[in-house]
């Protein structure tokens, strides 16, 4: 796993999921073609796509939500069996992301942590599931990195960063998640929390001095903008508007302080990567 710091070059991921649900892109979904059909040769898509792109790592979303108990048995094999298979093409670092419902996430830990072999990288961990999920995360040798999400606000992030390293986390294997909206969806107050943390860290606070990562492909996707047609011409057509959401959140975020920013759309890394976002963004 490589090492991420708050002074390196910006570092960009693709993120796919493993259940293609009915409010999922139409964009994506004509992107990735037949593909959508095996979670695991979505993955292998990606990652091909993701390495030539150059992008750094990938991330694996289980965005499910929490089953009913008696289906939870057949979840829980099937995302486990997915992982193992995952783990043996992998040629990137990973995410292993969780679906943010942080009860359903311990158990999914449980599960999915039972079968990595490598160092990954966790995502999220919140202050209702931080101690059941580290716990079970470090009962391996790996050194893994854990994504720490509190909404909007730099004294839970603080606060959240300190409650981690008190059950054994080490500072260099934190990454703060502000838990930002994109644009037109409370972007403004995602800006301004990254750039007080950002400032934080310059005035030599500790517990803030950690990379910022932000989820631009997810936030931008949940906008009515990038899935309807239902707008005026003059909004341009659908494609280009939900790309164009997309580069807009993650550089307007880069320019507020992010230093990983994970996307959705493979086109939108490598616009991003351009020696155009290089001037605009630095």
């Known amino acids: 796993m490589q090492a991420f710091d708050t002074n390196s070059k910006n570092i960009f991921a693709l993120e796919v999921p493993v259940e293609i649900t009915e409010n999922y892109s139409c964009i994506l979904k004509a992107y990735w073609g037949s593909a959508l059909k095996s979670p695991l040769q979505l993955f292998c898509d990606a990652q091909k796509k993701a390495l030539e792109l150059g992008a750094e790592f990938i991330s694996l979303y289980f965005n499910s939500n929490e089953p009913s108990t008696e289906l939870k048995p057949s979840y829980i094999s099937k995302y486990k069996n997915l992982l193992q298979d995952v783990l043996k093409v992998c040629k990137m670092p990973l995410m292993v992301k969780l679906s943010s419902h942080s009860a359903w996430d311990i158990e999914l830990a449980q599960a999915l942590f039972s079968v990595v072999d490598r160092d990954i990288i966790i995502s999220p961990i919140q202050a209702a599931n931080y101690k059941e999920i580290i716990e079970i995360a470090t009962k391996s040798n790996f050194n893994h990195k854990f994504v720490m999400r509190t909404p909007i606000d730099i004294n839970l992030t603080k606060e959240l960063n300190i409650l981690s390293i008190d059950e054994g986390v080490s500072e260099n294997q934190i990454l703060i998640d502000p838990d930002m909206g994109c ?8 800006y301004s929390i990254i750039e007080r943390i950002c400032l934080a860290r310059i005035s030599g606070d500790k517990m803030l001095d950690m990379p910022i990562i932000v989820y631009a492909g997810e936030e931008s996707y949940r906008a009515k903008e990038t899935k309807s047609s239902d707008f005026p011409s003059s909004w341009g057509d659908l494609e280009s ?42």
């Not at 644009?183 to 995602?190: E, F, K, Q, S, T």
């Not at 302080?257 to 605009?280: D, Q, T």
């Open 183 to 190: 644009i037109g969806y409370g972007i403004d107050y995602g």
């Open 241 to 282: 508007r939900a790309k164009m959401w997309e580069i807009s959140t993650a550089s307007s975020l880069i320019a507020a302080g992010a230093n990983i920013v994970v996307c959705w759309h493979p086109e939108v890394i490598k616009v991003l990567k351009s020696s155009f976002c290089e001037a605009v963004c630095h």
